[in-house]
């Protein structure tokens, strides 16, 4: 059985754990509240932008009989090769929020290896490059410092770069993943196509209240711009979005921890008492005997 002493160290190392926890769940809530109303923002402006898009875009595919003619709508029915961006925190101690972004990446990448198609990965946060890097598969791009503190310029130029390998036919589809924040206590990964755009699945409200008319000439290059938009607010949106279910899914997991801190403490303490009854009661055992050895 442990000493006294052992076990008085393990109560204050976990107390001083609970501490720790207690205190990282309360700074993890500060900075949920703060990324949350960002990304409820965020989420009615990217909804505007989408809504536009897919509204121009409907009416250029009504107006012309053979379709969009830009690279962007440009779907390719077996693609060969496919970018995956995907976005995990740079910290851990947050339960599973990494694993299951890196679980679903896993499983594309299983589907496209069995149906013969090429993946390569764009990394965002430290713990996914870190876990992909550790089993030897190569990351075409990584990036480390963005998923921590969403930079609207330098998420835009990530994805520029990454649509620039898709204009340039290196690549025939862009995927983005994610692990999105729902609510307090609920995450949810989210997968979607960026490139090439599919304007026919994207959210449109059922009574267009727009008055929007274009000039034949102009339409190119007004979608052409409202694409790069759309896919550069994308990319910018699902950083806040992972930001926030971090904050979240660390809160929840400090939470358990404090609990179980505080568990832990309790069944230390209930096995110190016992400890210290039994020491004392073999201090009396051995006072009574030597006392009747005197007789």
Known sequence: MASLK??????????NTQKTTRAMKLVSSAKLKRTEELARKSKVYAAKLTELLSEIASKMANANCEGIDLPYFTNVENPKTVDIVFVT???GLCGGFNSQTIKRVNSILKEHKEAGIE????????????YFRFNGIQL???VIGLSAAPDFEKAAALISEVA???LDGK???????HNGYVNMITQEVKQKQILPVDYSNLELNSVSTSELELEPDDNDELLEALVKKYIEYTM?????DSLAAEHSARMQAMDAATTNAKEMVKSLSVKYNKARQEAITTELIEIISGMESMK
């Open 6 to 15: 052992d076990i008085q160290r393990k109560i204050k190392s976990v107390k």
């Open 89 to 91: 925190a740079d910290k």
């Open 119 to 130: 993946s390569r990965l764009v990394a965002v946060g430290r713990k996914g490059i870190d």
């Open 140 to 142: 075409d791009k990584s």
């Open 164 to 166: 620039k390998n898709y």
């Open 171 to 177: 690549t025939d589809k862009i995927i983005l993943v």
């Open 236 to 240: 910018y949106y699902s950083l806040i």
